[in-house]
Each structure stands twice: as structure tokens, then as C-alpha cells.
């Protein structure tokens, strides 16, 4: 009997799990580092290949994350390849990997302690707990989920080795806590929690004053042996922290910040992590630094950390969840807290995602043993877990509204935030994506109200002078964001774009090559570059920058096409008529490209078609998907017929030509059909050998 109810609660864990956060399986991808980690990364776009996994391991700091994460690399490769770039498969793999966390944390206290429903509590608390949603519903923060994947496999496979220790057995803990690492470096505390559970719940540590008689168990071992014992851990965690130091360095470690600052805010942030776990409000996808912190404020939490902290020493002799649980939250939050800055963010829901584990061991545990001689205390135990839970669902559903699409995420982090420039930055980008200009520039203003030296906001600012047809102050505002860093690629770009429209070539050409030479892999940028040399008539520059920005993006059409037009106007016509069949490939009904390609075949010589019914063809397909109302279709139909010597075909779809384009007061057009009319009535087949 009991194992079915152990079953019955794998598939009650894993069911009001998926329940709880299927709605992510409707979100989008958001404008929150989604791109820099997956719809914008040609290496993880592209799937698994060897370049690309080569590329995963051996490349150890990428533009924007500051991070060395291999096997988070692959999976969101896999993802590609398994789902391209439709947002519901790359979250609902978060959403399993979250499932199966569940599911393993389950099993590994269940097998620790023996104590089915005080563990049941705890899983099902991690699962459901709001601080949470952000580890599943973000797809970058993949590595958060992957991470704890590989700390609940390195557990178990620890719970198996201490049972009977030998190298063979260890094995297993090494692998699995290294392809932890390679997925997000804050497992580097694992270790730490390992003498943990040494300490409580599987009492390996032997003690001088024996305590209570089941704690004379023959596997015990002094505190050293087991620090010895996992030495090779040590030297992985080791290694990680400074593959992650020198990731960071360039990317956002905060080096100016005292460390009077830094210590305040870490006492700040464990007592707030404690209150949003008791009282999930408010929760936003980035807290902003403080420029001043609180000094009562940082008094308070010391206390409540002190006073915590006391207690659960106090109670460790018969208690001992209680010191192990709380050393959890504080150990593996050490990483994160803020002792290394990096970034801008003060503290990060998603950071609580393994952490927050110690303290619903304290709570779970703590309740099994609360009133143990009352009469229903099994009822009032039950009742008040149910109802923690369910509150947290509820909750947890509706923060996963705020995670729908980047305008709902950065709305909320606007509203329950202070002084986040970022987030009023971010949000006026999404108002901008929806065309909302006035709004957009008043979020861009309060962003560089806060911090002048926003460059972001600045660029932003000169995008919405452009989308108002000012083009001379979009250029100030992006040579204000120059000013601040002159290697914002994205500023150079834009003031690139902005003098290109003023036909202001030659400058244009100097801000595009100044991002060439910060961010090279931008197909659009070398398309951008051909059209600039296309105008100016530099031929070949143009075909060098199409077929970069092809190498980059294959299936770029617009590169394509003129690409195509420019290798005919050098009198590469057969090298033309091979591009445009290669949009073909990509684009079967692509009008422009059947017309295009159906004229050099039924007028150049050079393209080497032993036929001219190649030509008719495409032409026809070409009248067909514009229901034959489209005169100059219609006159590269009536050219095909000429070429294969069928006047009479060739004279109707002319004359058809002729009456839409008068239609359409194309005199232009007009005057050639004629002139082609009277050729085509003159003309006679030659007669056959």
C-alpha cells in the first residue's frame, strides 16, 4: 500500500506541476537576453552540428552573458533543432526539466529520511513556489532548471555511494556535478551541501559525545574524512570559479562598488529572498542597485539573520534539519548575493531556485514535528500543507501572466520597481515594437532621468526620431550614445542607417565598418554595406557583402535577389540565374524572383538555356499567382513566347499587357509593348531543318 501512495504522489507532483505552468506553453520569446542566447545566435539557431558544439565548449566568453555554459549551449541547440525558433517547445523543456527536479527532489529525501509526506512538502513547495516562475518561464534561464537536473542526479548518485563507498561509486558524483557546472557555475557550493546532508539526514559525521544511540552507525567518519572525501569535487568547483571570474571580468563585474556597500547589501538580500518566500509580491524580473542603502534597514536584517542564525544553533542537537536546512539557504545562496557584483541587478527571483530548498526543508520538517500530542494534528498538518500549496499555485499562475511577452514583463518590473532605467528602457522598446512612439520616448526620457549615462536609452531615443521622420535629431541622440561608448555597435549602426537616408554614403559607410569591426556576424549589416555600394556602383563590393551576408544567413532573400541583379549587371549571368534558383528553393512562388528569372531566360543569351520553355514556365507561374492583372508579368510572358517563336501566343498576352498598363497610366510601358506588338506581328517563324 505504500508504494502505490508513493506513486500517487510522483503523479500528483508531476501533474499540478504541469497544471501550474502550462500557460507558459502560450509565451513568447522576450526581449531579455532570449535573442543573444537563442533567436539571434547563429550558433545555437543552426542545432547540433560539430562546429557548433565545438564552438559551445570552446568558446568561453559570448557577447552579453559573461557566462561558460556548455550544456546549456547544447540543450537550447537541441531545442532548435527539435522546435526552430517556436517559443512553446523551447519553454515546455523548461517546464520538464522543472518537472523532473520535482520529481528527483522527491525521491532523494524520500530515500534520505524515509519520511514520505515532510518530503512530499518540500517537493511540491519547490515546485510551485512564485520566486520560481522565472527559472521556468524564461527560456535563457534554461541553465537554472538544467543546473538542478544535474544537482539532483549528483545527490542521488551520492545517496548510492555512501550506502557502500568506493571510486566506481564516485564516479558518478563527479560526472553528473561537472555537467552541472557546464551548465550554470552556481552549483559551485554543491560540495558544501554534500558535508550538509552528511550532517543531516544521513548522519555521516562522526561525533565525540554520541548523541542518540542510532548515531553509532558503522559509516561514520570524522568531519575531515568527509571533507577529504570530496576533494575531487573541491578542485571542480575550484575550476569553475575561475573559468566563471574571467567569463564575467569584461562583461559586468562591478569593481567600483565598496565593500561596506556590498556587505550591506548581502544582509539586505538574504532577509529579502526570506520575506518574498513567505510573501511573494511584487516580484519583477530585475531589483535594480540601490545608490543609497538603508542603514536601519541593513540593522534589521542582521538581527533577523542573527537571531535565525542562534536559534537554529540552539535547537541543532534535536533539530539538526533545522541547521542544515538554513545553512543550505545561506551556502548555495553565496555565489549570487552580491560579494561579486555582477550586473545590474540588486538580487534575481532566479537565483532562490535551488536555495529556497533549505528553507522548506526547515518548514516541512519543522511541521511534521509540531504538535505531537494532539489528537488531529495529522488533519491540522495536512489542511494548513494544503493550503500553502494551493496559495502557492494560485500565485504562481499569476505571475506567469507577467512572463506572456516582453510588453507584460516590463510593464510589471515598471510598476513595482523604483528607479530601474533598465526596465523603463526595456519597456519603452516594447512600446516601440508596437508603434507607440509618444509612449516609448516618455520610458526612454525617465530612463536617462535616472542614469544620464544610459547609452541604450539614448540610441532608443534616436530610433524613435527616425520612426517621426526626424532624421537630424536621431543623429545627435546617437552621437550622444557614441559620446558615453563608442563601441555600441548598435548606435553605429543605426547613425549609419540614418545617413544612408540623408545619402550621406561615404559617412554611413564609416559607422557600418566600425561595427564590422566590433560584431562582424550580422547579416543585415552587409546587406545594408551592398546596397550603399550597389548605389555608389561599386559592383564588386556589393557581391562581397551579399555573399557574406548569405554565409551568415542562407535563406536572407533580399541579399539573394540582389545579389542576382548586381552578378547580371557584371555579365555573370549564368552565376544570376543559379541565385535566383536558389530562392526558388527557398521561396517556390516568390513572384519578383519567377518574373525576373523568366526575362534573363527568355533575353540573355549568356544564360546558356537550351530552351526557351524554362522561360514560359516560370513566366506563367508568375501571371497565374497574380490572376494575369499584372501588365509587366504579362509582357515577360509575351517576351517567353517571342523567344520560343510563338507570335501568335506572344501578340494576345501582349495586347492583354497593354490594356492594363494603359489602365494604369504606365505610358512608360505602354510605348515598349507597342513598339514590341508591331515585332511580333512582323515576325515570322523560321522554318524547321
Same mark, same amino acid.
Given at each position: ?467 517621426? $521622420?526626424?532624421? #537630424? @535629431? /536621431?543623429?545627435?541622440? +546617437?552621437?550622444?550614445? !557614441?559620446? %558615453? =561608448? &563608442?563601441?555600441?555597435?548598435?548606435? *553605429? ?9 540623408? $545619402?550621406?554614403? #561615404? @559617412? /554611413?559607410?564609416?559607422? +557600418?565598418?566600425?561595427? !564590422?569591426? %566590433? =560584431? &562582424?556576424?550580422?547579416?543585415?549589416? *552587409? ?9 555608389? $556602383?561599386?559592383? #564588386? ?8 551576408? !548569405?554565409?551568415?544567413? &542562407? ?28 530562392? !526558388?528553393?527557398?521561396? &517556390? ?101
Amino acid at each position: 500500500m505504500r508504494k502505490n501512495h508513493v506513486l500517487l504522489i510522483y503523479v500528483a507532483l508531476a501533474l499540478v506541476t504541469f497544471v501550474t505552468f502550462q500557460q507558459v506553453s502560450t509565451s513568447d520569446f522576450v526581449d531579455y537576453d532570449d535573442g543573444f542566447y537563442v533567436t539571434e545566435n547563429p550558433h545555437v539557431t543552426g542545432g547540433i552540428t560539430i562546429q557548433s558544439s565545438i564552438w559551445a565548449f570552446t568558446t568561453l566568453v559570448v557577447p552579453h552573458t559573461g557566462h561558460w555554459q556548455p550544456m546549456t549551449w547544447l540543450s537550447h541547440m537541441l531545442d532548435c533543432q527539435l522546435f526552430g525558433l517556436n517559443p512553446s517547445g523551447h519553454h515546455l523543456t523548461n517546464l520538464w526539466f522543472h518537472i523532473a527536479n520535482t520529481l528527483l527532489l522527491f525521491y532523494i529525501f524520500k530515500k534520505m529520511t524515509s519520511r514520505i509526506w515532510p518530503s512530499a512538502f518540500v517537493a511540491a513547495a519547490f515546485a510551485l513556489h512564485p520566486l520560481h516562475v522565472e527559472s521556468v518561464a524564461w527560456v535563457t534561464e534554461r541553465r537554472d532548471v538544467l543546473s538542478g537536473f544535474f544537482c539532483m542526479l549528483t545527490i542521488a548518485a551520492y545517496i548510492r555511494y555512501v550506502t557502500r563507498p568506493s571510486i566506481i561509486k564516485f564516479l558518478p558524483v563527479c560526472l553528473f556535478f561537472a555537467l552541472g557546472l557546464m551548465s550554470k557555475s552556481i552549483l559551485v557550493t554543491l560540495p558544501f551541501v554534500l558535508l550538509l546532508l552528511d550532517y543531516w539526514p544521513l548522519n555521516r559525521v562522526r561525533w565525540k559525545h554520541q548523541d542518540t544511540p542510532e548515531d553509532s552507525d558503522i559509516n561514520k567518519l570524522s568531519a575531515w574524512r568527509l571533507v577529504i572525501e570530496k576533494i575531487p569535487l573541491f578542485i571542480l568547483s575550484a575550476a569553475s570559479c575561475v573559468i566563471a571570474l574571467i567569463a564575467a571580468r569584461d562583461y559586468a563585474i562591478k569593481t567600483e562598488l565598496s565593500i561596506d556597500y556590498r556587505i550591506v547589501n548581502v544582509v539586505t538580500t538574504y532577509t529579502t529572498y526570506l520575506a518574498k518566500t513567505v510573501w511573494p509580491t511584487r516580484l519583477a524580473v530585475l531589483y535594480p542597485l540601490q545608490t543609497y542603502m538603508s542603514a536601519w534597514k541593513a540593522v534589521v536584517s542582521f538581527i533577523i539573520l542573527l537571531a535565525v542564525s542562534v536559534g537554529v544553533i540552539c535547537m541543532a542537537r534535536k533539530r539538526r534539519y533545522l541547521a542544515m536546512g538554513w545553512m543550505w539557504y545561506l551556502g548555495i545562496l553565496i555565489p549570487v548575493i552580491g560579494l561579486v557584483q555582477v550586473g545590474d541587478q540588486s538580487m534575481a527571483d532566479r537565483y532562490t531556485y535551488l536555495p529556497l530548498i533549505g528553507l522548506f526543508i526547515m518548514a516541512a520538517f519543522g511541521l511534521a514535528d509540531l504538535l505531537p500530542k494532539w489528537r488531529y494534528r495529522k488533519n491540522i498538518l495536512a489542511i494548513s500543507a494544503g493550503l500553502i500549496l494551493v496559495a502557492m499555485s494560485i500565485c504562481t499562475q499569476f505571475q506567469l501572466r507577467h512572463w506572456k511577452n516582453s510588453f507584460a514583463l516590463f510593464k510589471r518590473a515598471v510598476e513595482v520597481t523604483e528607479n530601474n532605467y533598465l526596465m523603463h528602457n526595456n519597456y519603452g522598446s516594447a512600446l516601440l515594437g508596437m508603434n507607440r512612439l509618444d509612449e516609448a520616448f516618455k520610458h526612454f526620457q525617465e530612463s536617462i532621468r535616472i542614469n544620464p549615462q544610459h547609452e541604450k536609452a539614448l540610441h532608443n531615443m534616436g530610433v524613435v526620431a527616425i520612426g517621426k $521622420g526626424n532624421i #537630424d @535629431q /536621431a543623429v545627435t541622440y +546617437f552621437e550622444k550614445a !557614441l559620446e %558615453i =561608448d &563608442p563601441n555600441y555597435a548598435n548606435a *553605429h549602426y543605426k547613425m549609419g542607417s540614418a545617413l544612408a537616408n540623408q $545619402g550621406k554614403y #561615404d @559617412q /554611413a559607410i564609416k559607422h +557600418f565598418n566600425d561595427v !564590422l569591426k %566590433i =560584431d &562582424p556576424q550580422r547579416p543585415m549589416l *552587409h546587406y545594408d554595406l551592398a546596397k550603399i555600394h550597389f548605389k555608389k $556602383g561599386n559592383f #564588386d563590393l556589393v557581391v562581397k557583402h551579399c555573399t557574406e551576408a !548569405l554565409r551568415l544567413k &542562407p535563406d536572407f532573400i533580399e541579399a539573394r535577389i540582389n545579389l542576382a541583379r548586381v552578378l547580371l549587371k557584371l555579365e555573370k549571368t549564368q552565376q544570376a540565374v543559379d541565385q535566383y534558383y536558389q530562392i !526558388l528553393k527557398f521561396v &517556390p512562388n516568390h513572384i519578383e524572383v519567377l518574373n525576373e528569372l523568366a526575362w534573363v531566360l527568355a533575353t540573355d543569351e549568356k544564360a546558356q538555356v537550351p530552351n526557351s520553355s524554362e522561360a514560359i514556365r516560370l513566366a506563367e507561374l508568375a501571371c497565374q499567382l497574380t490572376n494575369y492583372k499584372n501588365p509587366e508579368m504579362l509582357n515577360t510572358l509575351a517576351t517567353a513566347y517571342a523567344t520560343a517563336k510563338q507570335f501568335e501566343q506572344a501578340v494576345t498576352t501582349a495586347g492583354r499587357a497593354l490594356e492594363l498598363a494603359s489602365q494604369k497610366g504606365n505610358d512608360k510601358l505602354v510605348r515598349h509593348i507597342r513598339q514590341k506588338i508591331k515585332i511580333y506581328k512582323q515576325a515570322k517563324p523560321l522554318p524547321e531543318n
